[in-house]
Each structure stands twice: as structure tokens, then as C-alpha cells.
């Protein structure tokens, strides 16, 4: 072996030395620790908690999954579907939770252990201007639209079993119904209600009365890997509803601060 021969296979030998090195250093990198999937389930057509802005999906509760993501080092991987299978999206373990106004209940507890709340809100219903309900009571022998599965349907059926209901897929075959005339009112959180009515103009008005007072938090598996997510989100929320920068994205999508419920 001639010298420049030695000299050429030491600096193969060292090239490749350095990109292996290179390598373990990117891997123990934060940059490369950022990458960290998290799943989340949501519809990204339920305005203003999670919808689509051009091809961006935003939205309060959007907002908030990405704050706290960010803070936890995670890259959030939205996994939509109509609001009916998100739950069972979760149960299955294809998301680590949900991004989507979901209400805290007895029920869903039996199942699913929760993130410290970080939305409060009540349900109502909305009907047109030109109509004559007033209260949900006046509502009794109409009916409502509601969506498939929302906890907006349970509590208006609990609240008046004899306001009729109609259910569908999505809000806006809901709000369509409403438009058309198919049903007397459509329910949801007040929030939200007074969100749509401004941000599309609509001849609605939101009637007396609440059919629920709910608290709005993160729900996990209960498993290993959800009960240790939920302690890292409830440090995180923490430090968000100290800041003030939760109440501000109320007041960004909402109009005003929902954090407290309706005053």
C-alpha cells in the first residue's frame, strides 16, 4: 500500500466516523426529541373550537392542544372524523386524546380520566328571530336539531324529554335544518351559539335557560401512557390559565371569557 493509499483510507475511515457521530448527536438532540407524535381526534368543522381556516385547522380548543403540545415538546398529528366516532377513536388508542369542547360527565368518566378542566360553558338552544320561543320551556311538543353523540343532546333530553330531537352528523346539517325550517331550534353551548349568530351574521337568537353547566377538559385512556399524559397536560394548563393566555383565546374565538361560565 503506497502512502497516499494509507492516507486515503484513514480519511474514509474518519468521514465516516463524523457521520456517525453526527448522527447519535442529532438523535439526542431537542430537535430531534421535538418530534414526538401526539394523536388527536377532532372534526375540524366545529366552529370556533376546531375548523378549517383555508387548509389550516384552528380554533380555541385547536389552539389550546398546540400551546400545550409545544410546551411538552410534542408535534401534533390532528386525526378528524365526524364527532360520533371520536370517542371511539380514543377507546381504540388510534389518538391520545381529543381536541373538541368535550364535556366532562359521569358517564365519560367511567371510561376516560380527564385533564383539569379548562373551559366552562352551559347549553342552550338557538331558534330564529322571527320566531316566538322565548325559553327552552316554550320549546316542549317542538323540535331541535342536535348532533349525533354531543353532550348537548343528553343534556337537553335529561333537561325537557318533552322538547322533541332531531340528530345529525354535523353542525352545519344542523344549522341548515334550522335555516330551512325542519326544526324549531338547534342546541349547543352558549358560547358557541353566540360565536356562529355573530361570526355568520344569522337571523338567530339564543332562547332562557340552560339545559347543562359543564366543564370543558382533555380526556385520556385510562392506561399507563393516558394517566401520564393527563399529569403533563395539567402542569401545562396550570401555567396557560395563569398567563392569562387561555382567557385570551376565549375572548379571541368566543367574543368574551368563557373560562367562568356564563355570568
Not at 127 to 139: A, C, D, F, I
Not at 156 to 163: E, G, H, T, V
Not at 172 to 184: F, K, P, R, T
Not at 193 to 219: C, E, H, M, Y
Amino acid at each position: 500500500m503506497t502512502r497516499r493509499q494509507g492516507w486515503t483510507k484513514v480519511f474514509f475511515k474518519l468521514t465516516l466516523f463524523i457521520a456517525a457521530l453526527a448522527s447519535v448527536i442529532s438523535l439526542a438532540s431537542p430537535a430531534f426529541a421535538a418530534q414526538k407524535i401526539l394523536k388527536v381526534g377532532t372534526t375540524g368543522e366545529s366552529f370556533p373550537t376546531s375548523f378549517k381556516k383555508g387548509d389550516k385547522l384552528v380554533g380555541f380548543d385547536v389552539e389550546i392542544t398546540k400551546l400545550v403540545a409545544k410546551r411538552l415538546g410534542y408535534k401534533v398529528k390532528f386525526v378528524t372524523s365526524d364527532f360520533s366516532g371520536l370517542m371511539g377513536q380514543l377507546d381504540s388508542g388510534k389518538v391520545d386524546t381529543l381536541s373538541q369542547n368535550f364535556a366532562v360527565t359521569a358517564d365519560r368518566k367511567k371510561k376516560f380520566t380527564y385533564s383539569t378542566p379548562y373551559n366552562h360553558y352551559a347549553t342552550s338552544v338557538a331558534v330564529l328571530k322571527s320566531s316566538n320561543y322565548k325559553t327552552l320551556k316554550s320549546l316542549e311538543g317542538k323540535t331541535v336539531g342536535a348532533v349525533v353523540a354531543s353532550e348537548n343532546t343528553t343534556a337537553l333530553k335529561d333537561y325537557d324529554s318533552k322538547i322533541n330531537i332531531k340528530t345529525y352528523d354535523t353542525r352545519d346539517e344542523m344549522y341548515q335544518a334550522l335555516n330551512s325550517g325542519h326544526v324549531e331550534g338547534v342546541v349547543n353551548t352558549i358560547p358557541v351559539l353566540k360565536a356562529t349568530i355573530n361570526q355568520k351574521k344569522l337571523p338567530w337568537r339564543v332562547v332562557k335557560g340552560q339545559a347543562s353547566d359543564t366543564q370543558v377538559a382533555f380526556p385520556f385512556k385510562k392506561n399507563a401512557h393516558g394517566k401520564a399524559l393527563q399529569k403533563k397536560f395539567n402542569k401545562e394548563l396550570k401555567v396557560l390559565k395563569k398567563d392569562g393566555q387561555i382567557k385570551k383565546l376565549a375572548i379571541k374565538y368566543f367574543g368574551y371569557d368563557t373560562t367562568k361560565g356564563e355570568q
